[in-house]
């Protein structure tokens, strides 16, 4: 119990820090958050990479800007186009590139997300925006994990941007395990809020209706999904 609370501390901790220290100067030299302005969904990319020395950080994922299209992102709990470790690449307006490590660094309860076992594997994805309006963007992302298991997949992942302060996601996703040759599907949604009074700053609230074997009609689980992130 104890090592499952205490990554969950510190990332606390790193997150009240940063924003404590931060608030007075970064706050207004950083792109303000907004729903088109976001490096990912709840667990699906977006095309957006951060610019140099731009810092988001949430229960999630946390990135760090490169500069040149590249940042470094890490998942301490869950994952992000299912990679948990790894830089994303802008090749384009609409096209990412993510490359990394596959890994469990923090388990939640009812599993992870595309992840079906501990061990350690190469993941890859690429994310397409295929739709971008006033009010709806569409995302695939293709994605596969190469190690002791292997597998591939495609998630889907739609934000309905229903007004400056907040947004509707909905995702779905696929995974085929090719050592057990048993696919995997999940689902989720809820909302994004972005605080009039708290600048760069949001708060997810969804329903994750977790990995299930699909080939197997496995065990079904619904989980509630929460995250908090701060740009700058």
Known sequence: MINKIFPFSILLA????????AESTAAQSAKPLTPDNMNHLFYTPTTRVN????????????????????QVQFSLFDNVGRSNFGIKYQLADSFVLGAGLGATFASLPNGNHGLHSNDKRIALYLTKQVANTKSTDVYFTGHTQIGDVAS???DLGINIKQAPNFNIILEAGTSYDTNSENLYMNADGGLRIFPETIPNTYFDFGLDYSDFNFTLNGEKNIKIYLDAGYHF
Request: aromatic letters at 12%; zero cysteines; hydrophobic letters at 40%.
């Open 14 to 21: 790193l997150l009240t820090s940063s924003y404590a220290q």
């Open 51 to 70: 610019d140099k020395d731009e810092i988001t950080i949430s229960f999630h994922e946390a990135a760090y800007g490169l500069g040149n299209k590249v």
């Open 152 to 154: 591939f997949g495609l």
